[in-house]
């Protein structure tokens, strides 16, 4: 097979798989935006919660990538496949102890996102209600890294499909249906992401069956599955912090600018995501490769998707700019917050270019093991945003403060992250 078609088999699939949680995000966005302005606030700081928790979690499908596609690429597939399992087991502890902590913890948690008292009913019941499906969620990450390592994008693509068409019925109906208002949203969600991640989780252990790996929990695989993912727990955890910052300092402005700037990021991450199939594609070339020790492949590999990657985020920024309008009113029946979305996504589809080139290369560190790097440049670029963030807590309020802060994540944040990526990556450690 040739290197553009290996790429696209693996990232258009990726990318229609990893549109199922962003989808369900704006469908509960859409949906709770009818019920009002306050509402849409209240669902930003508590999926923003839930997204903190799970995107800390995704060390789960980034180290079971690598691991499993590096044993395949040594040519020991049903190595790799208990690994998966493993993954698995761990995912499925992980999700149900922070499921159970986050509840009593729902209103602290809120509050400290910054949650006024008009907000944090709504945002307090989105989170609670949510929680049932964290295991599922998280069970799903453990084995969605197992099929990108096996090289199968096809199977994450079906069940997201799958998964985001449920959503959207169960929250209509539990929405406006039985008139639960925001918490029918969150229990919508909960119950598609456990159904998701009962079928993966299936699926996986027939694949393992026909290879005769192991399937009971596996202590020393664990324990490796956990202190493989460590380092990219604490690149997601600074991360996350860097995106809850930038929450934090948006909640500041008001609820019009708090929805507003939920709208944003939601297409954002919409969009990234699409980036990010480039990326998930090299986290599982890479790791092939240097599983079979051609160091040359992965640099031919990682030359050639940079430019593709940096080529679809301009082409992805340049359609939000021309369809802001039409994304502001589709998520918001607010005047104020119509027109705030609108300043913010020329910022954003004006930056999306370097963020196509941070996310292939954060990708293809990912899959050459690079963890360690990984966890100290996090460090780094966190440094460098948090005061840039802050200012945008001193200047005037609502759309001039909105407009920093924008800036100084797509710029400030993201031009960090392009700094310290592309200097490891002009190196040759991390193809050992």
């Known amino acids: 097979m040739s290197l553009t078609r290996r790429i696209l088999s693996l990232a258009v699939p990726a990318f229609a798989a990893l549109l199922a949680h962003p989808l369900m995000l704006l469908a509960d966005t859409w949906i709770v935006g009818r019920l009002g302005t306050v509402e849409l606030a209240g669902l ?14 995704i060390f789960l499908a980034y180290g079971s990538t690598a691991v499993v596609a590096r044993f395949v690429g040594a040519g020991d597939a049903r190595r790799g496949l208990e690994m998966g399992v493993q993954a698995m087991w761990v995912a499925a502890a992980l999700g149900a102890l922070l499921a159970m902590a986050m509840w009593p913890l729902a209103p602290w948690l809120s509050t400290a996102l910054g949650a006024g008292p008009d907000v944090l009913p709504f945002a307090v019941d989105y989170l609670r209600w949510s929680l049932p499906g964290l295991p599922g969620m998280l069970v799903m990450l453990g084995a969605t890294g197992t099929f990108r390592g096996l090289s199968d994008a096809t199977t994450p693509l079906v069940m997201s499909i799958g998964v985001a068409a449920l ?3 169960l929250n209509l109906v539990f929405v406006f249906g039985l008139g639960m208002g925001i918490a029918g949203a969150a229990l919508g969600t909960a119950i598609a992401e ?4 009962a079928t993966a989780a299936s699926i996986v252990t027939v694949k393992a069956r026909r290879r005769g790996a192991r399937l009971a929990p596996a202590w ?3 324990l490796h599955s956990l202190s493989v993912g460590f380092p990219l727990w604490v690149r997601t955890l600074l991360l996350r912090a860097a995106l809850l910052l930038t929450t934090y300092v948006a909640a500041a402005q008001g609820a019009a600018a708090l929805a507003a ?11 990234a995501y699409a980036l990010d199939a480039l990326a998930i594609a090299g986290q599982t070339i890479i790791a092939t490769a240097l599983g079979a020790g051609d160091r040359d492949e992965a640099r031919v590999f990682t030359t050639k998707m940079i430019r593709w990657s940096i080529g679809a985020g301009v082409l992805l920024g340049l ?17 104020d917050v119509r027109r705030i979305v609108g300043y913010l996504l020329l910022v954003a589809g ?28 996090g460090a780094i670029n966190l440094a460098v945003y948090a005061p840039l963030a802050l200012i945008g807590l001193t200047l005037p309020h609502g759309l001039p403060a909105l407009l ?4 100084a994540f797509t710029l400030g944040f993201m031009g960090a992250r392009a700094v310290t990526l592309g200097l490891r990556a002009h190196g040759d450690r991390w193809l050992s």
């Open 44 to 57: 930003s700081i508590g999926s923003g919660l839930l997204l903190t928790v799970v995107g800390l979690s």
């Open 167 to 169: 959503n959207l019925l």
């Open 194 to 197: 456990t159904v998701l991640g």
């Open 220 to 222: 020393a695989d664990m």
């Open 261 to 271: 700037h939920h709208i944003t990021m939601n297409v954002w991450n919409l969009l």
């Open 319 to 335: 359609a939000a700019i021309a369809l802001r309008g039409p994304i502001a009113a589709a998520f918001s029946t607010d005047a």
């Open 350 to 377: 004006g930056t999306l270019g370097l963020a196509g080139y941070v996310y292939l290369l954060d990708g293809v560190l990912i899959g050459a093991g690079d963890g360690p790097y990984l966890a100290k440049a």
């Open 404 to 407: 920093w802060l924008w800036g």
